[in-house]
């Protein structure tokens, strides 16, 4: 979407400032009870259910799908969105108002009881393995206060076509050692779902600074004349506005930020209203960077964009800005998940991570290089050099 404006779009409602509805019995969510518009649970613990029905195994989310598909029988279960499901975004104020200072990094884990042996896991993440059969465990919604996932962009990547893009991946790094080759046959890899928020604001900026408008004058010197550009500057002062459409943020600290911008862009066109049973066979952290922290840091990548749009406004032939306030309104915020497939290797006793955006099969990551590969390299290059002065020199006698 253009950045300069959203255009005519529907305003997500804050549930809490809606009429009084009926309460949404979906799997995996329960009552709004936040009075901010925002999804929470009534019970921690609570899971969906991932056993085939046919064989008693795993089911797995199938990426590309719209299904569970047993790892045994090959068995499918439908993934089914309510009439009018939808993908809602909250008030961002609203929230800051109702949340009570509940923070996702100071919350205990939780103990999830796996259906298939019966056995507890202790985690804070949405989706992990039993510890003891390693079946599949998914919340069914997030702890009470905590911000509820709103949509979710689906693994489209299969791992076998993950790891035939890790494995052109590494067998195509200059100077790579030969050892790295065997690693894209034997690693493994593992998806999961990254926490991000996204952040919607309508922005009203005051500015003021000087336009400069070039001339040029002839300036003599001697017998010699030339042109010589000079700038004249006057002070200005004016208003922006521009509308922000889901600039997007990390949720979470263990990924670095730099590596999800590789990553992108992120279709999240492609982002669906937010079902547990996405989860399924994936792992999917909870976040631990706060509304309030994601929020800066999206002001921060809406800075660059106004400034550009003052700029634009000032006009003239170059631009000095003296100075810009922005004000926010109308802020809009979901938290959505992002599917990435990870593969971290050990080479020389230092961890190496590579990752595959399992959307768009995009690949990223860290690697290590051959000191000897790079000294041949550098030797040849010289005895190329030598060989073409060599020859140069004797071309000349």
């Given amino acids: ?85 939808a993908v809602d975004e909250h008030s961002f104020d609203a929230w800051a108002a109702a949340q009570g200072g509940v923070r996702a990094g100071i919350l205990d884990a939780r103990l999830l009881t796996c259906d298939g042996c019966g056995a507890t896991t202790q985690g804070t993440d949405l989706s992990v393995a039993c510890r003891f059969c390693g079946g599949h465990l998914v919340a069914a919604a997030e702890t009470d206060g905590l911000v509820q996932p709103e949509a979710v962009v689906p693994f489209g990547v299969e791992q076998a076509q993950a790891r035939d893009a890790f494995r052109r991946w590494v067998r195509s790094r200059w ?125 921060q990548k809406m800075a660059p964009v106004i400034k550009d749009d003052v700029e634009r406004d000032i006009g003239g032939d170059e631009q000095r800005v003296g100075s810009i306030r922005t004000a926010y309104a109308d802020v809009m915020f979901k938290l959505v998940l992002l599917p990435l497939w990870i593969a971290t290797y050990v080479y020389a006793g230092k961890q190496w991570q590579v990752m595959v955006n399992a959307n768009t099969g995009q690949v990223i990551g860290r690697r290590p290089y051959s000191v000897g590969k790079i000294v041949l390299a550098v030797l040849a290059g010289l005895l190329v050099v030598a060989a073409l002065v060599l020859w140069y020199l004797r071309s000349q006698t």
């Fill in 175 to 299: 100077f790579a050692p030969g050892e790295l080759k065997k690693v894209g046959d034997t690693e493994s890899l593992h998806g999961s779902y990254v926490p991000h928020w996204t952040f919607d604001a309508r922005t009203s900026s005051a500015y003021s600074g000087q336009r400069g408008d070039a001339y040029y004058v002839t300036v003599k010197n001697g017998d010699e004349e030339r042109q010589e550009r000079r700038v004249s500057w006057t002070p200005v002062s004016g208003h922006v506005a521009r509308d922000f459409d889901d600039v997007l943020v990390p949720a979470t600290s263990q990924v670095a930020e730099r590596d999800l911008s590789k990553l992108g862009p992120w279709p999240l066109s492609h982002a669906v209203p937010f079902r547990a049973e996405y989860l399924a066979g994936f792992a999917a952290a909870r976040y631990d960077v706060e509304p309030p922290a994601g929020l800066d840091r999206a002001k």
């Fill in 1 to 85: 979407m253009d950045r300069r404006g959203r255009g005519p779009r529907a305003r997500a409602a804050v549930r809490g400032d809606a009429p009084a509805a009926a309460p949404d019995r979906r799997p995996g969510r329960s009552p709004d009870r936040s009075g901010g518009g925002l999804t929470v649970s009534d019970t921690q613990g609570e899971l969906v259910r991932t056993r085939c029905d046919a064989c008693g195994s795993q089911l797995a989310y199938a990426p590309g799908t719209q299904h569970l598909r047993c790892v045994a029988c090959g068995g499918t279960v439908a993934i089914v969105h309510a009439p009018g499901d």
